[in-house]
């Protein structure tokens, strides 16, 4: 196992130590319960959002926490959901008189331990809505889920869900919105390589040299299929089909365009992705108004991409255009 | 060879032309010659910025072109030198009329083109400076370097420097404010795996499961020494000790600490450096007053880190809180 860690046991513990380190001027980072919080939270009156669910996965989510985006989030274990006193204490944190609305990405573990939290916040008085993504379309249930995954779109939704709410809007608005964003969002992956949890010390699954896997999950987990290696032009078309059919998405329709690496992707193969989407988007008719290209929801070092369509409405891109600042997003 | 590519010969292209479909509203590119400006060039009266070098370290240079950093990126083919052509027409192309500076990594075919691309320019009227960044303490001389390497610090300096640029100083000036980032600047790295140059196919070099390389040049070129994996904590150590011995940095100093990632290290093992490197620069009662955590020079897929650390002063530290808005930078 190749990796920049000192003991496997203290990886989460650590890099919360190094973003507390780098970042004092945008968020606060709590210890045992873990959770980090924007550095000015709470807000008084501004619904706080909070997200969470396995670490592995970065930026998301605790890079998303600033200004603009996340009051709070709590980080797992590797690929682990995190605890409900976590998810408690986090909320607490961020109270701000008016509610907290949780992004849960539809893992059955993040489900139930998030519920658990909204039961022992409302307990406190503490008013709490739930909303879960679940956008990837790759398979209808898996390892880990009921239902869809909830993947690429939880980056969009806790983006826009955060301006919605830094606007001071009521927390039933709020989580209206980012519904909205789970509504018109659809996801797909693929890997090119496994990744290795470091607890493991082993690659999660093996994949031949000559084969990718289509429809992956973000922890390694099986998609649709194994087939041989492609090209960018043949798997990016792959993963948009089945996109595309799925909402589905109209010529006509404005479109933000996320291509997301999985970590161990390089910033050059995913221009090569987004000049492939480009392609088939506009010959469909379907305009592209917004984009993000980057990793942004990953699986540790595995290599591989994910795209995420997200409908726009003319609220939706203003919100995606409202400022924000988390130290996964800025300079 | 796993990559999300199409054909290895259409690598740069395509991505070039990904970059041209995704941000619009901040650069241009232009193809054979291939080139990238910002989106408003020619900016009148103010001091054209351009760099190039290779391509396959994305997001510099290319991602760095836009309103406040580069006015003009020239993207090589994979980690090979652009031609004094596309250096030309780049500089004709952002010539606001009070000269332009290039900004060129210490590597003998760069030096070579850039060079000649500037005779060129002056041929045609267009004042140019040249400064060279060379950074690397890792080796004296190297496979493609007389003398040190130019590496990490060319991002802080392309930043910086764009910033005084955009102030509408004098050409002198804003070479003097690059040529005094380059002096303060110190970088080392080190990889876990090698990269694939895609026309290659096969990896640069091999690296047995339980080694590692340090002080690795960006091209996969030998570094100082192959050594038995080991923790973050001695990694770290091996990179700062080198850099902090040479300027020396001295207790008092502030700095900007950038850990950067090779292209295939996920953000969570760059955060476990950067928490190594400010316990051992707190140590050394050197403070960090700014830093930068991510994969900014890259060397493709490579997984592996460099560690840049930059004196501060005021001015520098005003340039570099500047107002930037590049396609490698934003959200």
Redesign the interface.
């Known amino acids: 196992m190749?990796?920049?860690?000192?003991?496997p046991e203290d990886?989460v513990k650590?890099?919360?130590?190094?973003?507390s380190?780098?970042h004092p001027d945008l968020i606060r980072v709590s210890f045992e319960p873990n959770y980090i919080v924007r550095a000015d939270a709470p807000v008084r009156g501004k619904v706080g959002v909070l997200s969470g669910g396995g670490?592995?996965h970065?930026?998301m989510h605790g890079?998303f926490v600033g200004a603009g985006m996340l009051d709070a989030a709590c980080p797992g274990a590797v690929f682990t959901s995190p605890t409900p006193d976590q998810m408690l204490e986090a909320t607490k944190a961020i109270n701000g008189g008016v509610g907290v609305l949780y992004i849960v990405k539809n893992y059955t573990g993040d489900i139930l331990n998030f519920e658990m939290a909204a039961d022992l916040a409302r307990g406190e008085g503490i008013e709490v809505e739930m909303v879960i993504t679940n956008d990837d379309v790759a398979v209808k249930d898996s390892l880990y889920t009921a239902g869809r995954r909830g993947v690429g779109v939880t980056v969009l939704a806790e983006?826009i869900t955060g301006a919605a709410a830094e606007q001071r809007r009521a927390l039933k608005e709020v989580a209206a919105v980012c519904r909205r964003v789970n509504a018109n969002g659809r996801s797909m992956g693929m890997a090119?390589?496994s990744c290795t949890v470091p607890h493991a010390g082993k690659p999660t699954f093996e994949l031949p040299?000559d084969e990718?896997e289509i429809g992956i999950g973000i922890h390694g987990e099986p998609g649709r299929e194994r087939v041989k290696?492609k090209?960018?032009?043949e798997?990016t078309e792959m993963l948009a089909t089945p996109i595309l059919a799925d909402l589905p998405f109209k010529a006509g329709d404005e479109v933000l365009a996320f291509v997301n690496g999985m970590?161990?992707?390089?910033?050059?193969?995913?221009?090569?992705?987004?000049?492939e989407l480009?392609k088939i988007l506009a010959g469909q008719g379907i305009k592209?108004t917004r984009?993000?290209?980057g990793?942004y929801i990953?699986s540790?070092?595995m290599?591989?991409?994910s795209i995420t369509l997200l409908r726009l409405d003319d609220e939706l891109t203003r919100l995606w255009d409202a400022p924000?600042r988390a130290p996964?997003?800025r300079?």
Chains 1, 2 share one sequence.
């Open positions: 190749k990796k920049l860690i000192n003991r990886v650590e890099a919360l130590q190094g973003m380190a780098a670490s592995g970065e930026p890079g983006k090119l390589t040299e990718m290696l090209s960018a032009a798997i970590g161990g992707t390089p910033l050059i193969e995913l221009y090569i992705v987004y000049n480009a592209i984009n993000l290209i990793s990953t540790l070092e290599a591989g991409c924000v996964g997003l300079w």
